[in-house]
């Protein structure tokens, strides 16, 4: 076991740090908590089992605009809802007004 001695000034201090920075992240989570409790959201894998298309096609959905999405930290998410949407409105990459192909 390794002991180390540490003065309780900067003892005090380093706990100081800790609750100041404890304070930023649940401001920073308190921004984002409304938004994420309004409605369930999905990442890309998620989406790609549940739709049952890969990650290619996915990006496709999202060029064409057909799948609404937003961006948290470089990481695509999307509405549960949206998501049924498209699911409900059939398989949009077998339509020729989609711009899609289905071969």
């Not at 740090?17 to 930023?24: G, M, V, Y």
């Not at 298309?53 to 470089?74: A, C, M, V």
């Not at 549960?80 to 699911?87: G, R």
Request: contains cysteine; neutral net charge; hydrophobic residues 35%.
């Amino acid at each position: 076991m390794e002991v180390i001695a540490v003065q309780k000034s900067a003892l005090d201090g380093m706990k100081n740090d800790i609750k100041e920075l404890l304070e930023l992240t649940e401001k920073a989570t308190r921004k984002y908590t409304p938004i994420f409790k309004e409605e369930q959201w999905l990442d890309n894998q998620e989406v790609c089992l549940m739709m049952n298309i890969t990650k290619r096609t996915l990006q496709t959905y999202k060029d064409k605009g057909l799948l609404p999405h937003s961006k948290l930290n470089r990481k695509n998410y999307y509405k549960l809802s949206d998501v049924q949407a498209l699911l409900e409105a059939g398989q949009p990459y077998n339509t020729v007004e989609n711009g899609f192909i289905h071969e």
